[in-house]
T-cell receptor
Framework: GNSVTQMEGPVTLSEEAFLTINCTYT??????LFWYVQYPGEGLQLLLK?????DKGSNKGFEATYRKETTSFHLEKGSVQVSDSAVYFC??????????FGAGTTVTVRA | EAQVTQNPRYLITVTGKKLTVTCSQN?????MSWYRQDPGLGLRQIYY???????DKGDVPEGYKVSRKEKRNFPLILESPSPNQTSLYFC???????????????FGPGTRLTVL
């Protein structure tokens, strides 16, 4: 079956630091890949997505590139802010209608 | 405002006492889904619905029921809750299955359930 493995947290950074959260996946076929973000006390929001190999998703300064050869979709941001403190989930959708999520990575950015 | 609403937001109950968590969306979405979120496990899908009167099991359906009598509503029913169903529950919806837009799911704010 499908599965998503993402970097264990928690991650604590200073403002303007570089953030990377690793995500790898196992899936049949050609999945679409996503990063969702959950701010404290809220539901999940789509952050970015990529639907085919070598696609780069980007939003709010975050980027992730769909790497089929390494089955990865790592999330990066060059300069984080306190407002980026949240839980980040990597997810995939294969040829059915289900989303499979990773365990989530808690990121805390300190001023 | 386009949104997914859930009620209640917080619930403490006892083992065996039937409960329903409501979910409603105002975006005319066909696809709706329920997830539970547990520490270290991420989100796991409980049930989903492709349209009115069409529901199917997700990865962890045991102990739960759902119904989809109207397009906008997708209640989650726990007939006899047990402590292992203590969790944070999210409802989500998306425009229609099978198309690219299904990829963007809109999540409700969550319901924190404690079963004693």
């Amino acid at each position: 079956g499908n599965s998503v493995t993402q970097m264990e947290g928690p991650v604590t950074l200073s403002e303007e630091a570089f953030l990377t959260i690793n995500c790898t996946y196992t899936a049949t076929g050609y999945p679409s890949l996503f990063w969702y973000v959950q701010y404290p006390g809220e539901g999940l929001q789509l952050l970015l997505k990529a639907t085919k190999a070598d696609d780069k998703g980007s939003n709010k300064g975050f980027e992730a590139t769909y790497r089929k050869e390494t089955t990865s979709f790592h999330l990066e941001k060059g300069s984080v802010q306190v407002s980026d403190s949240a839980v980040y989930f990597c997810a995939l959708r294969s040829n059915d209608y289900k989303l499979s999520f990773g365990a989530g990575t808690t990121v805390t950015v300190r001023a | 405002e386009a949104q997914v609403t859930q009620n209640p937001r917080y619930l403490i109950t006892v083992t065996g006492k039937k409960l329903t968590v409501t979910c409603s969306q105002n975006m005319n979405h066909e696809y709706m889904s329920w997830y539970r979120q547990d520490p270290g496990l991420g989100l796991r899908q409980i049930y989903y619905s492709m349209n009115v009167e069409v529901t199917d099991k997700g990865d962890v359906p045991e102990g739960y029921k759902v119904s989809r009598k109207e397009k906008r509503n997708f209640p989650l029913i726990l007939e006899s809750p047990s402590p292992n169903q203590t969790s944070l529950y999210f409802c989500a919806s998306s425009l229609k299955p099978g198309g690219a837009l299904v990829d963007t799911q809109y999540f409700g704010p969550g319901t924190r359930l404690t079963v004693l």
